[in-house]
């Protein structure tokens, strides 16, 4: 019965060691793979970042929120435009045009055109 007891007792030494070791090497490897998960989380999100995009819709919006095209386009829309400066109605004109751009240049994009 002793001799049963003993190697009971010795598995459990066995096991809590090799547990109290692979936490050890649990942790390690977490600290490790947390300081390169941000670093690679922000690269892989920089790498699917479609630039053409970026660059024509920041021009899209540039024209759209210009004055001319405020004065020469959006004050065309009745109650659009206060003195120089547009209303609520003319901001989301303003928007629908920015979203119809967006789409465009996206088709264009996806089709390779651009």
Not at 23 to 49: A, G, P, W
Request: hydrophobic share 35%; with cysteine.
């Amino acid at each position: 019965m002793s001799e049963k007891n003993n190697k009971e007792s010795s598995n459990d030494k066995d096991k809590k060691e090799n547990r109290d070791d692979k936490d050890k090497k649990t942790k390690k490897s977490k600290s490790n793979k947390d300081k390169d998960d941000f670093v690679e989380m922000s690269m892989s999100l920089l790498r699917n970042i479609n630039f053409k995009l970026v660059f024509f819709i920041f021009l899209i919006g540039m024209i759209i929120f210009s004055d001319m095209f405020i004065n020469g386009v959006i004050n065309k829309f009745s109650n659009s435009v206060h003195g120089e400066c547009t209303t609520t109605k003319g901001t989301i004109i303003q928007l629908t045009f920015l979203v119809i751009g967006y789409v465009i240049v996206d088709l264009l994009n996806k089709s390779d055109i651009i």
